[in-house]
């Protein structure tokens, strides 16, 4: 089957660096793709890696290992509004989307 | 319009009740699609279309139907609603099917 695995949720301090790491199984790669969603708000695209390595753009940098089945979100100089889920998906061999759960970050003073 | 709207923004439904949402886009999109969210589960798909005329299921479809009459809408309908098809429902679009989706400010559902 097709697995994605995020934390459930993470804690950090506002100013800090966190890393939210996600790893996957799935029928193919075609891509994998970041999303952030404010609680009772949609999915807003943060970042897509489909070759092996960092992609920078910001506060926000997002690592792939496709040998490994794992990315990584690396969110630099935190700040409050940065309190959000972040939702990690492959896109699989049918160009369809496979969704983790999903981390929430709780950020604090 | 700009990008994606939904409606209703939310609804409660009587179960057993016929309910057909919403979803334009203006952004000439090629392919849209229908996700439910449901807490501690991933986004799931309920069904897509990758281009005017033509749709298909996805990985929750059991309930739900769709058309795409043109490029800007696709609608989802539930024919008889259960409890539990109580959700947030988002609809998303892309380019080309193959690339990133943008999604809509979703629906909030509730079957009692």
């Known amino acids: 089957g097709q697995n994605i695995d995020q934390p459930t949720e993470m804690t950090a301090t506002e100013g800090a660096i966190v890393q939210i790491n996600c790893t996957y199984q799935?029928?193919?790669?075609?891509?994998l793709f970041w999303y952030q969603q404010h609680a009772g708000e949609a999915p807003t695209f943060l970042s897509y890696?489909?070759l092996d390595g960092l992609e920078e753009k910001g506060r926000f940098s997002s690592f792939l290992s496709r040998s490994k089945g794992y990315s990584y979100l690396l969110l630099k100089e935190l700040q409050m509004k940065d309190s959000a889920s972040y939702l990690c998906a492959v896109m699989d061999s049918n160009y369809q989307l496979i969704w983790g759960a999903g981390t929430k970050l709780i950020i604090k003073p | 319009i700009a990008g994606i709207t939904q409606a209703p923004t939310s609804q409660i439904l009587a179960a057993g009740r016929r309910m057909t949402l919403r979803c334009t886009q203006d952004m000439r999109h090629n392919a849209m699609y229908w996700y439910r969210q449901d807490l501690g589960l991933g986004l799931r798909l309920i069904h897509y279309?990758?281009?005017?005329?033509?749709?298909g299921k996805g990985e929750v479809p059991d309930g739900y139907s769709v058309s795409r009459a043109n490029t800007d809408d696709f609608p989802l309908t539930l024919a008889s609603a259960v409890p539990s098809q109580t959700s947030v429902y988002f609809c998303a679009s892309s380019t080309s099917g193959r690339d990133t989706q943008y999604f809509g400010p979703g629906t909030r559902l509730t079957v009692l």
């Open positions: 279309s990758n281009t005017a005329g033509t749709t």
């Open positions: 799935t029928s193919g790669f075609n891509g």
């Open positions: 890696n489909v």
